[in-house]
């Protein structure tokens, strides 16, 4: 369905793609996907962080309860990529500060610090309080624009979206096309199981999320997370009593659309 962007807060500059260009990207993507079928997560992220065709590409981390494995890796392949880290000054203080012990125990060299600019979001949420009206809107206010312009000019992201996390993610694969701005998404954890972030994070003693001993196996913005009870699906903290599983905000043709639970 339609969704209306808040004023004043508009992606700058996303492209609409003539149908033409979008065949030849999803073509690209397509054979990008065959080529890597049988391959592991170290490989997809070699191939888009060196591959001349993939373009330029950033990784976007939420520094949460799983990234560090993701960070690792890139950093293991090349410590300058692009990291681009939305704070949407809702997080957690345990977030922001894992977020600069991570990148130095990784010495990543590029991470960028994206926010909604402050004149923008005291026109539009002064009392921090638009999630509680519309959390698509705050979502889009404060995550979808702000990380749709920090990724103008790169031509893919990675994302750390693994198909255990939830429906929407189930039939994930490595690569995916944004038809809207004509990205390439790279998935290289999409096959991962829970039990493979875990031995991946304890065989490279990598640091932990605090507040995912204290009950927060996923971690999101604070008013929006809460914890979760054994058994419970690790995402069910997030947005907890409503049907949103994801930010669920893109862009068709440089208007923000809802994105349905199933698709
Ligand atoms: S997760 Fe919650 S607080 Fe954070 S941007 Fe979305 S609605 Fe706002």
Not at 40 to 66: C, K, M, Q, R, Y
Not at 83 to 96: N, S, Y
Request: net charge negative; glycine share 6%.
């Amino acid at each position: 369905m339609n969704f209306h962007l808040p004023p004043n807060t508009p992606a700058e500059g996303v492209p609409a793609r003539s149908p033409a260009e979008l065949a030849d990207l999803r073509a690209r993507v397509d054979a990008l996907n065959t080529r890597y079928r049988h391959h592991g997560a170290v490989s997809v992220l070699t191939g888009a962080l060196n591959d001349p065709e993939a373009g330029d590409i950033a990784l976007v981390s939420s520094f949460g309860a799983e990234s560090v494995a993701l960070l690792h890796l890139v950093a293991m392949i090349d410590r300058s990529t692009p990291v681009l880290f939305i704070d949407t000054r809702l997080l957690f203080a345990e977030t922001l500060a894992y977020q600069q012990e991570v990148a130095e125990r990784l010495h990543l060299s590029n991470v960028r610090i994206i926010r909604t600019d402050p004149a923008t979001l005291a026109a539009q949420d002064p009392t921090d309080s638009l999630r509680d009206t519309s959390t698509d809107a705050c979502c889009a206010l404060r995550k979808t624009v702000p990380l749709e312009n920090a990724l103008q000019g790169f031509d893919g992201w990675i994302t750390g979206r693994k198909r255990f996390q939830s429906s929407t993610r189930a039939a994930l694969e490595f690569f995916e096309l944004e038809d809207a701005t004509g990205r390439i998404k790279v998935n290289p954890l999409a096959h991962w199981a829970p039990d493979d972030v875990r031995a991946y994070m304890d065989e490279n003693r990598l640091p932990r999320h605090p507040l995912v001993a204290q009950g927060y196996p996923s971690i999101g913005c604070q008013p929006c997370t809460s914890k979760v009870a054994p058994g419970e699906d690790p995402r069910a903290g997030r947005w907890r009593g409503e049907q949103k599983e994801e930010c669920g905000i893109h862009f068709v043709n440089g208007r923000m659309v809802r994105k349905g639970p199933s698709t």
